[in-house]
């Protein structure tokens, strides 16, 4: 089993749909991280985390430490959203930046 | 403010040759870190480094290694390699690497070096 989870695997949506990408890790963490990865390869960080909610723009990111799990919300979504978001964690005990395996979104007009 | 720049961005080796990948941080940042991308395990890191010293080291063979240079440039090198090697390398910078409330350890990515090995 994966130390990292994220669901679903694969999303497709419609323009102006409210989406969820799920995170779900086994590891004592010390920090979370959701990424953002376009074809060609590029990697963008949308947030790091470690309690709490964020929110940046139309991006809304959550954790529940307690029960070792993160959501990010991505609201009015847009075909621009397309792309594939990694959880990663950095592992409280190793201190290694872990990867989930991602979910690749894409938002039709 | 300039990213974080990799080169080469493309490169072609046949088995048994040996690789350098270059990354250069953001201005000010200490930490670098490098992650190997493939489609069978995703991403994976490979090491960090800070202030010309690897911090952390992931589950790799000795054929990868790695260094830092006193401006924080950091160089990643394969030897022999094997054609499970081809990968897309990427490197992320971050001011001091500690990641904390106060967002010091965020990353910022490359655009990567993909390796092909043939």
């Known amino acids: 089993k994966n130390e990292v989870e994220q669901s679903p695997q694969n999303l497709t949506a419609q323009e102006g749909e409210f989406i969820t990408i799920n995170c779900s890790y086994s590891?004592?963490?010390?920090?979370l991280h959701w990424l953002q990865q376009h074809p060609g390869g590029g990697i963008v960080s949308l947030f790091m985390?470690?309690?709490g909610k964020k929110k940046h723009g139309r991006l809304i990111a959550t954790i529940n430490i307690q029960e070792k799990h993160s959501s990010l919300h991505i609201t009015a979504s847009h075909p621009r959203d397309s792309a594939v978001y990694i959880c990663?964690?950095?592992?409280?005990?190793?201190?290694?930046?872990?990867f989930g395996t991602g979910t690749r979104l894409q938002v039709f007009p | 403010k300039a990213g974080v720049t990799q080169t080469p961005r493309y490169l072609i080796k046949t088995r048994g040759q040996q690789v350098t990948l270059s990354c250069s941080p953001i201005?000010?940042?200490?930490?670098v870190s490098w992650y190997q991308q493939t489609p069978g395990q995703g991403l994976q890191f490979l090491f960090e480094?800070?202030?010309?010293?690897?911090?952390n080291k992931g589950n790799f063979p000795g054929r990868f290694s790695g260094r830092q240079f006193s401006n924080s440039r950091s160089e990643m090198n394969v030897s022999t390699l094997e054609l499970g090697d081809s990968a897309l390398y990427l490197c992320?910078?971050?001011?001091?690497?500690?990641?904390?409330?106060?967002?010091?350890?965020?990353?910022?990515f490359g655009e990567g070096s993909r390796l092909t090995v043939l």
């Open positions: 992320a910078s971050s001011l001091d690497g500690q990641f904390d409330a106060s967002g010091t350890g965020e990353l910022f």
């Open positions: 590891v004592g963490i010390s920090a």
């Open positions: 985390l470690s309690s």
């Open positions: 990663a964690v950095r592992s409280h005990n190793t201190d290694k930046l872990i």
């Open positions: 201005s000010g940042h200490r930490s």
């Open positions: 480094y800070f202030s010309e010293t690897q911090r």
